[in-house]
């Protein structure tokens, strides 16, 4: 009695066991779901002032980089920069040298979910390079850039010159979109390419003027420079749409049983045939056992 007492409860936390199995397998792989990713984040980017100069002191032999950036920023991270003034060492001697001095220069850029857009706006501003140090390679009374890509909307970029443009000392007329050269003789040639702008389908770039220069004050070589000189940047990239991820399916739970086993011999199998054939093995485990207890008892 105490033998029977003892097997049966194992034999019956056995078979529920099994039918446990039968039922939980299905539920749980019905539900894992497939994992996504979360999608990147647009870009933007504005600068107030980049340079990009050779600079030649006497006569060439002391070449200098004049690599200088104002108010250089670039999010998905928003920023901002107002500083005023650009400097730059070992070109005059033991004196920082003035590149750019401005009365308000602004650099802006900022991200968001299904919004990226940067902008920028310079004015009262004066450049100076080596070699004019009293006389402004170019004066502007104002400039701004702006560059604006949303989900779900064409990229926009706008560029703007406003009020009076001073190059090498002469008051010039930009055409919007053109190309204007001025050239001061025993001084240099200043080429200005004003308003550019450009858009794609998921970006929009701006600037509001791009000097390319060469100075070489009277041809005496004291300071030779060249290169390319940017005012007023602006760039953004459009965040991607976000995606819904699709449900996951559900799988149907039916009880187990012996209906269901006959149709699986119909059918040939399905998606349960594994937890099935491993509760009917338990359950055959367990009969057989209850068989050879009997045969002893008899």
């Known amino acids: ?90 070109v005059d001697g033991d004196k920082p040298f003035s590149v750019l001095s401005a009365r308000v220069a602004e650099a802006k850029a900022t991200v968001t979910d299904d919004k990226a857009e940067a902008g920028t706006r310079l004015a009262q501003a004066r450049l100076h390079v080596p070699g004019l140090p009293l006389l402004s390679v170019i004066e502007v009374e104002e400039v701004t850039s702006s560059a604006v890509c949303e989900t779900g909307e064409a990229p926009a970029a706008e ?11 002469k008051k010039v007329t930009l055409t919007a979109g053109g190309t204007t050269d001025v050239q001061v003789p025993g001084v240099g040639e200043v080429r200005l390419d004003l308003s550019q702008r450009e858009t794609t389908s998921r970006t929009a770039a701006a600037t509001a003027l791009e000097l390319k220069v060469s100075i070489n004050p009277l041809k005496l070589n004291v300071a030779e420079v060249e290169g390319v000189l940017t005012l007023a940047e602006a760039t953004c990239e459009t965040p991607p749409a976000v995606q819904t991820p699709a449900p996951s399916p559900v799988t149907e739970v039916k009880p187990q049983g012996a209906p269901e086993e006959a149709n699986l011999a119909e059918t040939g199998g399905s998606s349960t045939t594994p937890y099935v054939a491993g509760g009917a093995v338990a359950l055959l485990a367990l009969g057989g056992g209850a068989v050879a207890l009997a045969r002893r008892r008899t």
């Not at 560029?159 to 000392?169: I, K, S, Y």
């Open 1 to 90: 009695m105490n033998g029977t007492n003892v097997r049966l409860p194992a034999r019956r936390f056995a078979a529920a066991a099994a039918a446990t199995a039968l039922i939980a397998g299905p539920a749980a792989l019905a539900a894992a779901g497939p994992a996504h990713a979360t999608p990147d984040q647009g870009r933007a980017s504005a600068v107030v002032l980049r340079t990009g100069l050779d600079v030649a002191l006497l006569d060439k032999t002391v070449n200098v980089p004049l690599a200088v950036s104002l108010n250089e920023v670039q999010a998905p991270q928003s920023a901002e920069k107002t500083a005023l003034t650009a400097q730059l060492d070992g």
């Open 159 to 169: 560029a703007n010159v406003l009020g009076a443009v001073t190059v090498l000392g």
